[in-house]
Each structure stands twice: as structure tokens, then as C-alpha cells.
């Protein structure tokens, strides 16, 4: 069932922050079907892309079916991430991305 797509209150001060702090952020909002608002990545030091699913909810916002069953596809891999604090959000997806880093490129 698709809903229609509204962009959480939250939203555009997530996507801004995510963008100071160096992730590429692409609106997947309109998408439906439980794909997730953005795709963030950024390349780690080898040039290798790094990504992860984010879904922006406000604090008291829940997952709807559909995307608890993307949330399950991705989330083990530490690719998909529930936003609801800009951040938060920075903090957790910086050090995703910097355990992603092998040890040889930290150098």
C-alpha cells in the first residue's frame, strides 16, 4: 500500500547536517513502498563507496510495515539507520563509516 509522501519535520535539518559532516545525501522520499528517505554515503579513503539506508522519523515516530521489512533486509549489515536527531545521527553514521575503514587505510 503506498502512502502518501510527507517529509517528517525533522527532515531538512538531518539532510543538512548529514552534508556538513561530509555524506552525499540522495532523497528517496517519494519513493514509497518502504524504501527508506535518503541514501547517505561517502567514499572511504580507497575510494570504495560507503552507504546506508536512512529513515527520518521524528522522536516519537514509528516504522511502518513495510519498512521494518527493509529495516530487516539491511540494518545487520549496518546499512540502514532511523533518524530522528541531526546530531545523533552525524555521531552514528560517522562511526559506521570509520569502523568500515580497514586498518591499512587509516594510516
Not at 538531518?14 to 540522495?26: D, N, P, Q, W
Not at 522520499?29 to 535518503?38: Q, V
Not at 541514501?39 to 575510494?47: E, F, I, K, Q, S
Not at 516504522?63 to 545523533?88: C, I, M, N, S, W
Request: with cysteine; proline share 6%.
Amino acid at each position: 500500500m503506498r502512502h502518501a509522501a510527507r517529509r517528517d519535520g525533522n527532515d531538512a535539518i538531518i539532510t543538512e547536517a548529514l552534508r556538513k559532516a561530509g555524506f552525499t545525501v540522495i532523497d528517496y522520499g517519494k519513493a514509497g513502498e518502504g524504501i527508506p528517505d535518503k541514501l547517505v554515503t561517502r567514499a572511504l579513503p580507497n575510494g570504495t563507496p560507503w552507504v546506508c539506508w536512512v529513515e527520518i522519523k521524528m522522536p516519537k515516530g514509528k516504522l511502518r510495515e513495510a519498512q521494518e521489512v527493509f529495516r530487516t533486509l539491511f540494518e545487520h549489515r549496518g546499512e540502514f539507520y532511523v533518524a530522528r536527531d541531526p546530531e545523533e545521527t552525524v555521531r552514528e553514521l560517522m562511526e559506521r563509516w570509520m569502523l568500515a575503514i580497514k586498518p591499512e587505510q587509516q594510516r
